[in-house]
């Protein structure tokens, strides 16, 4: 039996992001021009990823309309760019609850973060020029999630996958070094980048072919 003291303290705070990647999420507007917004609420499955996002949000409403976007993850390098985007929204006029929290209409983020935007292959919306990895996505279903219908769940899957090459692993074609790979992290609205590895990894053993799904032959078909 252990001994070891139970030291957890209940509390109850109003958020729960512990840690996780940015994404810069670029979707088309209902003009045709692009817009671009970092988050936080992301995870991936195989060839699919899970999105979480505000229904008011103007990324939102985009991907609802279109079905499509690129899923750009910036490195920590990239933390001032991001940090420019905050409190700024590609919709005008700027609701109500984003305008009390600071928020403000700008109409062109690639523009206001000081990045580029390149052509997509299989969808509209551009890719980051300067983040090293960007994924092409469309959207599967979207799920609401709670009571209010406040908060939407996407479920997308990729169709491209872009890398710049100094991530890729050495010797192979299609893995990334995760040792040069630094994405930035979101910890409680706070910006972190990543550490050296701290523990050798037994999951690491299983080759990494064995993880391939239909969702990547389908791809590969575009």
């Not at 958020?15 to 045709?32: A, M, R, W």
């Not at 929290?101 to 919306?125: C, I």
Request: net charge neutral; proline share 9%; glycine share 8%.
């Amino acid at each position: 039996m252990s001994i070891f003291l139970d030291q957890h303290t209940r509390i109850e705070p109003n958020i729960l992001y512990f840690g996780t990647p940015v994404v810069l999420i670029s979707s088309t507007k209902e003009d045709g021009t692009p817009n671009l917004a970092p988050m936080s609420s992301a995870f991936w499955l195989g060839w699919r990823g899970m999105l979480g996002l505000g229904s008011r949000a103007k990324t939102a409403q985009n991907l609802v309309r279109t079905r499509e976007c690129v899923l750009n993850l910036p490195s920590d390098g990239l933390a001032a760019a991001v940090d420019r985007l905050a409190l700024t929204t590609g919709s005008d006029p700027v609701p109500d609850r984003k305008w009390e929290r600071g928020y403000r209409y700008v109409p062109d983020k690639f523009q206001r973060a000081g990045l580029t935007p390149t052509p997509s292959e299989t969808v509209a919306p551009p890719r980051v020029a300067e983040c090293p990895v960007s994924m092409e996505a469309v959207v599967e279903a979207v799920h609401p999630v709670g009571d209010d219908g406040g908060v939407l769940a996407f479920e997308v899957r990729v169709q491209r996958v872009w890398v710049h090459e100094e991530i890729r692993m050495a010797g192979t074609s299609d893995r990334i070094d995760p040792d040069a790979w630094r994405p930035l992290i979101m910890s409680f609205q706070k910006l972190y980048g990543l550490g050296p590895q701290v523990h050798p990894s037994t999951l690491a053993r299983i080759p990494e072919h064995l993880y391939r799904g239909e969702d990547l032959e389908r791809a590969r078909a575009l």
